[in-house]
């Protein structure tokens, strides 16, 4: 099956009009477990709680059923009738994906990486959102997946001699990319895997969980910018990152690939893609 690198973001489907009803979310709940939540009052009784989601399994199996089968932008191709067993596998891949970007590993990850949730009183999600530092490529126009990134920095250290490779040992990425990388490739945090519960959509949570990531980058990761790709056709999408957020169009990519649910796997369909950029120093 196809893996699914940028794929939500390409084409991340949620309604959104946002609300005034929530607090500030505080520039650290990247580092929250999930017993040291931050609590907001929503717009009724109930309370919503917001932090780093460390559960993938739960995660893949929202992605599946918020996204992928209940997307206004209709994901399925038509005369596709989406099986169980078709939905298991899809999870099965989603999980997959989301353990390689987000999930613990062994040794420390070369970039830095969040996948942030707000859940409501109950521990349901109602939505989640990544942030990963990759590789932005201004010639091209466009961002190198977070593994490929990942790769591409090891081997400019690893291409040094001994001596050399002790000096960027723990070098900010910045610096590796600065010093060592071609100067059209620049290390920066981008935006993906907005997804919001159809039952939670139109109280501002997508711009929350948006809001949170551009605290994160700014303030912890000491960026000055946030980049994110969505397709020209999700305009709910393109209205929040925009009119709300802020964002602007700096790339144009007529023929990116987007992903589709066919009748035995995800299918790569040709979609115009927006690049954008916000400035958050």
């Known amino acids: 099956m196809v893996k699914f690198y940028y794929a939500l973001v390409a084409s991340t489907s949620v309604l959104f009009r946002a609300t005034s009803s929530f607090v500030v979310i505080p520039s650290h709940c990247h580092r929250l477990s999930s017993s040291r939540t931050v609590t907001f009052?929503?717009?009724?009784?109930?309370?919503?709680?917001?932090?780093?989601c460390d559960n993938m399994e739960k995660a893949g199996k929202f992605?599946?059923?918020?996204?992928?089968?209940?997307?206004?932008?209709?994901?399925?191709?038509?005369?596709?009738?989406?099986?169980?067993?078709?939905?298991?596998?899809?999870?099965?891949?989603?999980?997959?994906?989301?353990?390689?970007?987000?999930?613990?590993?062994?040794?420390?990850?070369?970039?830095?990486?969040?996948?942030?949730?707000?859940?409501?009183?109950?521990?349901?999600?109602?939505?989640?959102?990544?942030?990963?530092?990759?590789?932005?490529?201004?010639?091209?126009?466009?961002?190198?997946?977070?593994?490929?990134?990942e790769d591409w920095i090891k081997s400019s250290v690893a291409s040094l001699g001994p001596k050399q490779r002790r000096l960027y040992k723990s070098a900010k990425v910045s610096k590796i990319c600065e010093e060592l990388m071609p100067p059209h490739l620049e290390a920066v945090p981008v935006l993906s895997n907005l997804v919001v519960s159809p039952t939670a959509r139109r109280m501002g949570i997508a711009q929350k969980l948006c809001d949170a990531t551009l605290k994160i980058a700014r303030d912890d990761w000491?960026?000055?910018?946030?980049?994110?790709?969505?397709?020209?056709?999700?305009?709910?999408?393109?209205?929040?990152?925009?009119?709300?957020?802020?964002?602007?169009?700096?790339?144009?990519?007529p023929d990116a690939s987007g992903l589709r649910i066919g009748s035995e796997e995800l299918e790569k369909v040709k979609v115009e893609t927006l690049v954008m950029c916000k400035m958050i120093a």
């Open 63 to 149: 992605m599946v059923d918020a996204f992928w089968l209940n997307s206004p932008q209709k994901l399925v191709l038509e005369d596709v009738t989406v099986t169980e067993e078709m939905k298991e596998r899809l999870i099965e891949e989603q999980v997959a994906d989301l353990e390689d970007k987000y999930g613990e590993r062994l040794g420390k990850r070369t970039l830095d990486t969040t996948l942030l949730q707000i859940t409501d009183g109950t521990g349901e999600i109602l939505g989640l959102v990544g942030l990963e530092v990759s590789l932005l490529d201004t010639d091209v126009g466009d961002t190198i997946s977070s593994t490929a990134s």
């Open 222 to 253: 000491k960026y000055d910018t946030i980049w994110l790709r969505v397709e020209s056709e999700n305009e709910a999408a393109r209205t929040l990152y925009q009119q709300k957020l802020g964002f602007s169009k700096i790339y144009v990519l």
């Open 41 to 52: 009052a929503s717009k009724g009784d109930e309370d919503i709680s917001i932090g780093a």
